[in-house]
């Protein structure tokens, strides 16, 4: 399936080969022109999706087994080596990007029968750095996404504001500080 760039000037979607054995991931400019493969796997590659910098895009492939799709990152260019993001045994595809590209939801089996839809909090810094698309991020707070710099951050000055005789704030500082969304529930 076909989807739009977020600045929506491109169009990702995959192309089967001549045989119909494999599927590239493509880009093309809206008008149809520039037709590009950013993947070379050899593999079957679909089910492209843009994050919403437009600097990268997710996709599933089975690289590791006929049966056996992961997810990967490739950035939009195509000009480096694609990135696994998954590792389970099994169908993990149709990745879908949040508007503000802070949560992942895609499809997964799990090596069972029955597929159910997983949510996690993407890590852009780290997709980032991985891609080797390196450059620093605003955020809107001001802090630059740099992995978990910020959350450090937090937790230092958590442990500053906690008075030596451990009090009930202190306690209700400390489950705030890991009920925070970026924690991931740990």
């Known amino acids: 399936g076909p989807f739009f760039s977020?600045?929506?000037?491109?169009?990702c979607f995959r192309r089967f080969s001549?045989?119909?054995a494999t599927a590239e991931i493509m880009l093309m400019n809206v008008d149809g022109t520039e037709q590009r493969a950013i993947t070379?796997?050899?593999?079957?590659?679909?089910?492209?999706?843009f994050h919403p910098s437009g600097d990268y895009l997710i996709f599933a492939t089975n690289r590791h087994g006929f049966s056996n799709f992961e997810l990967y990152v490739v950035d939009a260019a195509g000009e480096r080596e694609p990135v696994r993001v998954t590792y389970r045994d099994g169908f993990d595809g149709l990745?879908?990007?949040s508007p503000d590209?802070?949560?992942?939801?895609?499809?997964?089996?799990?090596?069972?029968?029955?597929?159910?839809l997983f949510e996690a909090q993407w890590k852009d810094a780290t997709a980032r750095e991985l891609l080797g698309l390196t450059e620093k991020l605003e955020q809107p707070d001001g802090d630059v996404a740099l992995g978990n710099e910020v959350a450090e951050d937090a937790a230092a000055e958590s442990a500053r504001l906690t008075a030596p005789g451990f009090s009930a704030?202190?306690?209700?500082?400390h489950v705030d500080y890991l009920c925070r969304p970026e924690l991931g529930g740990r």
């Open 6 to 11: 977020p600045d929506g000037q491109q169009i």
């Open 18 to 20: 001549r045989n119909g």
């Open 40 to 49: 070379h796997l050899g593999n079957m590659s679909w089910a492209p999706f």
């Open 95 to 97: 990745p879908a990007f």
């Open 101 to 116: 590209g802070q949560t992942l939801v895609w499809t997964s089996n799990g090596g069972n029968s029955q597929s159910q």
């Open 169 to 173: 704030a202190d306690i209700g500082r």
